[in-house]
């Protein structure tokens, strides 16, 4: 009789995590699908969801903790037992702390909703250095939201089954998906809800909208202030909720007096009256409408501005906290029920200041990714010489890998904790291995919403190799840094239990569906009852956090760089079945996309004498690269496009070895290249010669 | 045909290619052949939107199939009880006949085996009363496990609502 059992749990494939059903025999995961308790899902599972058993049986992946043998980067390595490779560690962070104190010490994180163990890590090392990775992805997108409503981007819950209008700029949301919010947005469009797709290029998501603008690169900002303009002439937006809760209509009002929809048809190339339209047909649905505010909007120069005038949008459409638009995320307490507690409670307060708290020239918020580049080079305010990276990729995820390295080297200790060979791994000096997401529990997590609840990634089966799950690794390092006090977990259940300690709520309670609901209805707050966290308790148009921080509220708009023939700006984004650089090498979904392409527009190709299939040479700034062309009418003259991730240069991954281009190889000069204000990455300020090789 | 059928709706296919993976993690289908395939076409202009559909192509597992005649070896056959048609590993050599005789390409040739692989609806998850795994996951949940019957019914009936709202008189 073979042993089964059936897992909920959480995937990683991508950092969406749906919640998953694993289907354990013998000891060995055989099936994965959604979670048939979580609407929305009900089984379903994209490619790189079911790639996970590829994933997890596949050779090609760290298998033990490595310490480097050789220089940064030449994939020298000494295989370590863990106890080698955490005493290596801990030695040279007490040399490095010894030194220069232990602010000397940063850890960079993805992100998500198990972060309070690394948080908490980092406090109890006694440093306040904890980064994540949101500046190369919603980074301005969230400080545009906190702005306006201070509630962040992650707070405002898009409540798609109930929306009349959706409108997403570059939002490409059938294949950078996300599983749950694909079938919400399929269900409301069969029930009569329109799309109006925004871009540069004709996505699957294009293909699937009502109404398809191709707007010229970098002038999204110039669209919606004339959208503004047309509701606020035309008198089309939400009288009563502006009314009672916006500050700074009148000052919007002047703002956008030039900005006429001929005026956007010029910068935009979209015909005046199709945004006209537009404007009065979002009236007309108004207030069921959903503007995205983006998700990865780390692009251009004002991108924080072009994202802040569309929750502007928004607010003028009444679409805030209200069935079919945005709605605000509850926790917990929203639920009457007590939070989760955090593990670093008990760990006394960090007295230092995050380095780049008071840096000159610092765009809003602290802990800015891009920043580590800057103090590791310059040391201002303070040394920092030792870096943890978690989970993420930064030498793969930020412009210009060779600045990157460089900057690195002035480093004396980089770990990457990670369950693939990473480009930012394989130039550290010690690789730790985390067991990979069916063979780990994580800590319990909150996932807010309308309906909060509590949620669990819970180890379906044992490690392959010899890795360890991420609350152990931190859990040990703590210990043989002397701080083991603050973390004394023996298990998993030691830190559950904690976690859920006067909740109520037990560890039996995950196992009927994986999460415990906190909610069984939709919390809204009351239409004139409504808590926004800004300083003056409104949706702050004219916003008192930019205006302290000596920014605009409202930025006059200017064109983006003018492109000459046969240069381009380089776009990247994802398609369904791969995503960052985590996936190229998968058996299954490397079949699928074994490299990538460029896309560009028939008529600069004719011009080029470059024929669809042609073998292209890109440059930029010296760095040149070959790759097939892939010749559309379905991208902008200005613009090339290619899929993010490919160019993998680690010889262990041999599938994806040496196969496509990594866009931001060609982002040379790029690093502190950022949106002023939001402090995202301005990635697509990249300009690549094409000419046929 | 056998008694089933794989309906596929196009207004909730999002071309993910998740069914292809689905199908091959749960068939343990190597590198290569695939059971049932995605071919996406266009996109191209409709009027002022572009327009992309991914047809889904599985075995059709036809009432007559070209294979079954084709196979000199009966290893290709089709089931009693529902007309599934499959492949018995045991009896194929490999000669590929069933390759040339199907019209759409369906058998898949298996490198590592030597052999022909199809797709046979997961017959194992079938007999357990599961549906495949291609339907079964299906991102958009576009892929649907019907009868025959409710098929055409499903069609018809997304026809209609299809004149219904674009208010088009016939």
């Known amino acids: 009789m073979e042993d089964t059992k059936s897992v909920y749990s959480i995937c990683s494939m ?56 050789g220089e940064r980067g030449s994939g020298k390595w000494r295989m370590a037992t863990w106890d080698e490779a955490l005493d290596y560690i801990a030695d040279k962070l007490k040399e490095i702390t010894d030194k220069h104190g232990s602010k000397s010490i940063a850890l960079v994180d993805r992100g998500g909703p198990f972060t309070d163990l690394t948080k908490s890590f980092m406090k109890a090392l006694n440093s306040p250095n904890y980064l994540d990775h949101d500046d190369t992805c919603g980074k301005n997108t969230n400080m545009a939201c906190q702005t306006l409503f201070g509630y962040g981007r992650t707070d405002m819950i898009y409540d798609w089954p109930n929306t009349k209008h959706i409108v997403l700029y570059g939002r490409n949301v059938f294949e950078s998906l996300m599983v749950k919010e694909v079938n919400s947005i399929l269900d409301a469009m069969e029930k009569g809800a329109k799309l109006t797709y925004i871009d540069c290029r004709a996505t699957v998501t294009a293909s699937k909208a009502d109404r398809f603008l191709m707007i010229k690169p970098g002038t999204d900002y110039a669209l919606n202030l004339a959208l503004i303009n047309v509701i606020l002439n035309e008198r089309l937006y939400n009288v009563d909720f502006v009314n009672k809760w916006v500050t700074g209509l009148t000052e919007l009002q002047s703002f956008v007096i030039p900005y006429t929809p001929e005026w956007a048809e010029k910068e935009t190339g979209i015909p005046a009256q199709e945004i006209i339209n537009l404007a009065r047909d979002l009236s007309d649905a108004k207030p069921k409408v959903i503007l995205h505010g983006g998700w990865m909007l780390a692009r251009y120069f004002d991108s924080f501005y072009s994202s802040r005038s569309i929750y502007i949008l928004n607010t003028l459409l009444g679409s805030i906290e209200t069935k079919g638009g945005l709605i605000i995320a509850k926790g917990a307490k929203d639920a009457s029920k007590k939070p989760l507690n955090s593990l670093g409670t008990n760990i006394p307060d ?32 303070y040394p920092v010489r030792a870096l943890f990276v978690y989970r993420y990729d930064l030498i793969a995820s930020l412009p210009d890998p060779e600045a990157q390295k ?73 210990q043989k840094m002397g701080a083991g006090q603050y973390f004394p977990y023996k298990s998993i259940e030691d830190i559950w239990n904690y ?21 069984k209805e939709a919390i809204l707050m009351g239409r004139n009852d409504l808590k926004f966290k800004t300083p003056s308790g409104k949706v702050e148009f004219v916003s008192q956090t930019l205006e302290k921080n000596k920014f605009l509220s409202f930025k006059p708009y200017e064109s983006p760089k003018k492109t000459e023939k046969g240069i381009f700006r380089l776009t990247f984004g994802r398609c369904g079945y791969h995503t960052h650089a985590t996936t190229q090498n998968n058996l299954y979904l490397n079949e699928l996309m074994p490299e990538n392409v460029l896309w560009i527009n028939e008529d600069e190709a004719k011009d080029l ?25 379905f991208i902008h003259p200005d613009a090339v496009f290619m899929v993010h991730g490919f160019g993998n240069e680690i010889p262990m991954k041999t599938r994806s070895y040496k196969k496509g281009l990594n866009d931001n190889a060609f982002q040379i000069g790029q690093l502190e290249l950022v949106d002023p204000v939001g402090g995202g990455t301005a990635f697509l300020e990249c300009f690549i010669t094409v000419k046929k090789a | 045909m056998s008694i089933y059928y794989i309906y596929q709706d196009q207004k909730r296919c999002i071309g993910c ?41 599985p075995c059709f597992h036809c009432e007559k199939p070209w294979c079954v005649s084709a196979c000199p070896t009966n ?14 590993q045991s009896h194929c050599v490999g000669c590929k006949s069933c390759i040339t005789a199907c019209p759409w390409g369906v058998p898949q040739w298996n490198p590592e085996t030597g052999k022909v692989i199809k797709c046979d609806y997961c017959k194992s998850r079938i007999d357990q009363g599961l549906k495949p795994a ?3 996951k299906c991102t958009g949940k576009s892929l649907r496990w019907v009868s025959a019957a409710e098929a055409s019914l499903l069609k018809r009936e997304k026809f209609a609502r299809e004149i219904a709202k674009f208010g088009v008189m016939y």
């Open chain 1, 350 to 381: 960090v007295k230092d200041k995050i380095f780049d708290a008071d840096m000159p020239g610092k765009s809003l918020g602290t802990g800015h990714v891009v920043n580590i580049y800057k103090v590791i080079k310059t040391e201002e305010p």
């Open chain 2, 134 to 136: 291609c339907v079964t």
């Open chain 1, 609 to 633: 004498g470059i024929k669809n299939g042609d073998i292209v040479e890109v440059s930029s700034n010296g760095y040149s690269g070959k790759i097939k062309a892939y010749v559309t009418p």
């Open chain 2, 75 to 88: 290893a290709m056959q089709k089931r009693t009880k529902d007309g599934i048609v499959f492949v018995e």
């Open chain 1, 406 to 478: 460089k900057a690195l080297d002035n480093l004396d200790l980089l770990v990457s904790i990670d369950v693939n060979y990473s480009k930012t791994g394989w130039y550290s000096d010690v690789l730790l291995p985390e067991s990979t997401y069916l063979e780990r529990s994580n800590i319990i997590g909150t996932q807010t919403g309308p309906k909060p609840a509590f949620i669990m990634r819970r180890q379906a089966i044992l490690p392959r190799y010899d890795s360890k799950p991420a609350w152990e690794i931190f859990t040990l390092l703590a």
């Open chain 1, 14 to 69: 991508c950092t969406v995590r749906c919640a998953i059903k694993v289907e354990v025999e013998d000891g060995v995961a055989k099936w994965i699908e959604g979670n048939p308790h979580v609407p929305g899902l009900e089984g379903s599972l994209c490619a790189k969801g079911s790639a996970g058993l590829a994933f997890q049986y596949d050779t090609e992946r760290p298998q033990y903790p490595m310490i480097r043998d």
């Open chain 2, 17 to 57: 290619y998740a069914c292809e993976i689905h199908c091959k993690t749960w068939n343990s289908v190597p590198l290569g052949p695939r059971f049932c395939r995605i071919i996406p076409v266009g996109p191209k202009m409709i009027g002022s939107v572009p327009r992309q559909q991914f047809i889904f192509i």
């Open chain 1, 499 to 519: 976690q859920l300690d006067g909740t109520g709520i037990k560890i039996e309670d995950f196992n009927a569906k994986g999460f415990v609901s906190l909610a």
